[in-house]
């Protein structure tokens, strides 16, 4: 039986790539990607690292230093960030027989049945691969598990001119396992590390030579069980071991405050617009919607209302969603409130077909209901976010987020194809 072998390929800066596809100029130079309503920094070239700006600090904190290196300042643009994605893993796929995406600049891809291949050289050309026919340079760790991969590719991080790196050797990874950090190793994180070191369990050597199961069970839960294997060499996590599908969150601040009803009425419904196509594409139902309008934390009178709505059947449908949202609204609405924030949240997940009906509910057949939602997640995803919704969401949004900053959409608006002089 062929050993199992996993590679994780991993965008560098991804977002900041993203942005200098179709801005050479600004390749090799400092570049940084702002949040939600330009609030802090999501992605930071190596560049833009070398000159000080650190990932997460506020926009406003920085701002000196940005005008003082000249780096460059773009808002999220997701839609270009999503259809860059999509081409970078479509490529992927064609080098393995299962590709699974982990996020929206990560997959792992499996090997286990390349047996015949030296997995060094084809990473190399693989990554040689992307970087030609995207523009997105990537970074590759190998590995007999998840979980080693995942060190691999962190230890390319460190230095990405190396661009893959192996744990599959034995020897090789005796040696990197002695000195990795503890809080480094996928799924364990600073707060739990800092309880493994109470125990003396610093790397992640140490980790893996604890004997005692219970305690390690205690800490990290069965998850954590699963890493300890994982280290030894023993392939048993699956992405939804590491990716919790509970709850699902959309929560905005807006780019002024709002004092209107029906505009926080839109507001809540494009934000569960957005949530319950994520929750299509997991396959996932909800029962239970909760949504809240408030002020700035910051506003004397600070005010928080908030509520939820149970449903009698599972659903994924949008539209029932969106009236369940304008419930909520009209419930716990103020007048004359400067409202700065709305959000909402799904929980009590079911999968799509695990749906327990309701047998004294009068509702009719919902088939027609989910075929148009099936039309509307593909046309969405083939012409773009949006591109058709509910008519709740509204067609100016006076609420939306700031992004100064924000890039055209070179690759899904006829309008904003680059041009070529």
């Known amino acids: 039986m062929a050993k199992q072998t996993f590679a994780i390929v991993d965008c560098n800066s991804f977002y900041s790539s993203c942005e200098r596809l179709f801005r050479?100029?600004?390749?090799?130079?400092?570049?940084?990607?702002?949040?939600?309503?330009?609030?802090?920094?999501?992605?930071?070239?190596?560049?833009?690292?070398?000159?000080?700006?650190?990932m997460?600090?506020?926009?406003?904190?920085?701002k000196d230093l940005i005008q003082k290196h000249k780096i460059s300042v773009f808002s999220s643009n997701y839609t270009l960030y999503g259809d860059?994605?999509?081409?970078?893993?479509?490529?992927?796929?064609?080098?393995?027989?299962?590709?699974?995406?982990y996020s929206i600049d990560e997959a792992f891809l499996d090997f286990t049945s390349l047996t015949h291949f030296d997995l060094n050289h084809y990473a190399h050309h693989i990554k040689n691969y992307i970087e030609t026919y995207t523009g997105i340079p990537i970074s590759i760790g190998l590995g007999p598990t998840k979980v080693l991969s995942k060190m691999a590719n962190h230890i390319v991080k460190k230095n990405r001119q190396?661009?893959?790196?192996?744990?599959?050797?034995e020897n090789i990874r005796e040696e990197i396992l002695k000195d990795f950090p503890i809080e480094d190793v996928w799924g364990i994180g600073r707060k739990s590390a800092l309880k493994l070191k109470a125990h003396g369990i610093r790397t992640a050597r140490d980790f893996r030579d604890y004997k005692n199961d219970k305690i390690i069970q205690a800490i990290l839960t069965k998850t954590?069980?699963?890493?300890?294997?994982?280290?030894?060499?023993?392939?048993?996590?699956e992405l939804t071991d590491m990716e919790s599908k509970k709850v699902i969150a959309s929560t905005r601040s807006f780019g002024t405050s709002i004092y209107s009803k029906s505009e926080l009425k839109e507001a809540v419904a494009s934000y569960i617009t957005q949530a319950a196509e994520k929750m299509r594409k997991q396959n996932n139902l909800c029962l239970v919607l909760s949504a809240y309008i408030r002020t700035s934390h910051f506003n004397e009178s600070f005010y928080c209302g908030q509520s939820?709505?149970?449903?009698?059947?599972?659903?994924?449908?949008?539209?029932?969603?969106?009236?369940?949202?304008?419930?909520?609204v009209e419930k716990v609405f103020k007048a004359?409130?400067?409202?700065?924030?709305?959000?909402?949240?799904?929980f009590d997940m079911v999968p799509t077909n695990q749906k327990q009906l309701?047998?004294?509910?009068?509702?009719?057949?919902?088939?027609?209901?989910?075929?148009?939602?099936?039309?509307?997640?593909?046309?969405?995803?083939?012409?773009?976010?949006?591109?058709?919704?509910?008519?709740?969401?509204?067609t100016k949004s006076y609420w939306a987020m700031l992004s100064d900053y924000k890039s055209p959409n070179y690759t899904t608006s006829w309008n904003e194809l680059p041009k070529v002089s």
């Open 24 to 54: 050479p100029e600004l390749r090799e130079k400092p570049v940084i990607v702002l949040s939600n309503n330009d609030g802090c920094a999501i992605s930071v070239s190596p560049e833009a690292k070398a000159l000080g700006i650190k």
């Open 56 to 62: 997460g600090g506020p926009f406003f904190e920085m």
């Open 84 to 101: 860059i994605s999509s081409r970078v893993m479509s490529l992927l796929s064609n080098f393995t027989p299962e590709l699974t995406i």
């Open 162 to 169: 190396i661009g893959v790196f192996s744990l599959i050797d």
């Open 224 to 237: 954590g069980r699963k890493i300890q294997d994982e280290i030894r060499g023993i392939s048993c996590i």
């Open 308 to 328: 939820s709505y149970t449903f009698t059947e599972a659903t994924s449908n949008t539209l029932e969603m969106i009236k369940a949202g304008n419930e909520i």
């Open 336 to 346: 004359g409130v400067p409202y700065k924030k709305a959000g909402i949240f799904l």
């Open 358 to 394: 309701d047998l004294l509910s009068e509702k009719p057949d919902t088939t027609s209901n989910d075929n148009l939602m099936k039309l509307m997640d593909k046309i969405n995803s083939r012409y773009g976010k949006q591109t058709i919704k509910s008519g709740a969401c509204g």
